[in-house]
């Protein structure tokens, strides 16, 4: 069984703060990971997946096996960064996606 | 990127009657379309695999009775709630990946759905 765990539901930093979405997952094989965003009032969107190794608008996520976490990071927060982060595994290529309950994040002014 | 859009974006309908929402593709086929259901403030919930030619995968406690899922073409997947209830109302999205013309198998969402039933 495949699982993705978002601990946090709510959180808050002010503009210009380092910024931490936390992810842990559970999958018996290798998986793919991804960070999808849903700014408000718009459709979910792929932010980025762990294959690709890039920085999207300043974020990275770095896959480790050894905690199994996929925890999303920005050293410098923006207000335009507020949106709802969900956190997603995929077992098999192609296969269906585990969605994590999601963090709702606010950058403050 | 890929478009995927939904219709209608939002339907409200009495106890009882049945609806349908329609998921395209616009600018790339889609053997495979996923159906998603969302409750306020919660995360995706896989309903369904939506396959082309072929019958729906549907998750475990989802009926397959009651949501029908249709996938005609490879650009078109539907889902119909039968006979819907108060507890149905929730906000339905689809998503579909794009494989082709050089795409990576990224995974493109529809605006999602809005169902309410009264």
């Known amino acids: 069984a495949q699982r993705v765990t978002q601990p946090e539901k709510l959180l808050s930093v002010f503009k210009g703060a380092p910024v931490e979405l936390k992810c842990n997952y559970s999958?018996?094989?290798?998986?793919?990971l991804f960070w999808y965003v849903q700014y408000s009032r718009q459709r979910l969107q792929l932010l980025l997946r762990?294959?690709s190794r890039e920085s999207i608008k300043g974020f990275t996520a770095d896959l480790n096996k050894g905690e199994t976490s996929f925890h999303l990071k920005k050293p410098f927060a923006q207000e335009e960064d507020s949106a709802m982060y969900y956190c997603?595994?995929?077992?098999?290529?192609?296969?269906?996606?585990?969605f994590g309950e999601g963090t709702q994040l606010t950058v403050n002014p | 990127g890929a478009v995927v859009s939904q219709h209608p974006s939002w339907v409200i309908c009495k106890s009882g009657t049945s609806v349908k929402i329609e998921c395209r593709s616009l600018d790339f086929q889609a053997t495979t379309m996923f159906w998603y259901r969302q409750f306020p403030k919660q995360s995706l919930m896989l309903m369904a695999t939506?396959?082309?030619?072929?019958?729906?995968?549907?998750e475990q406690g989802v009926e397959k009775d009651k949501f029908l899922i249709n996938h005609a073409s490879l650009t078109l997947s539907t889902l119909t709630v039968t006979s819907a209830h108060p507890e149905d109302s929730s906000f339905y999205i689809c998503?579909?990946?794009?494989?082709?013309?050089?795409?990576?198998?990224?995974?493109?969402f529809g605006e999602g759905s809005r169902l309410t039933v009264l």
């Open positions: 762990h294959i």
């Open positions: 939506s396959n082309e030619g072929s019958k729906a995968t549907y």
């Open positions: 997603a595994l995929e077992g098999t290529s192609g296969s269906r996606l585990t």
């Open positions: 999958y018996s094989g290798s998986p793919e």
């Open positions: 998503s579909a990946r794009d494989w082709t013309s050089g795409g990576a198998g990224e995974l493109f």
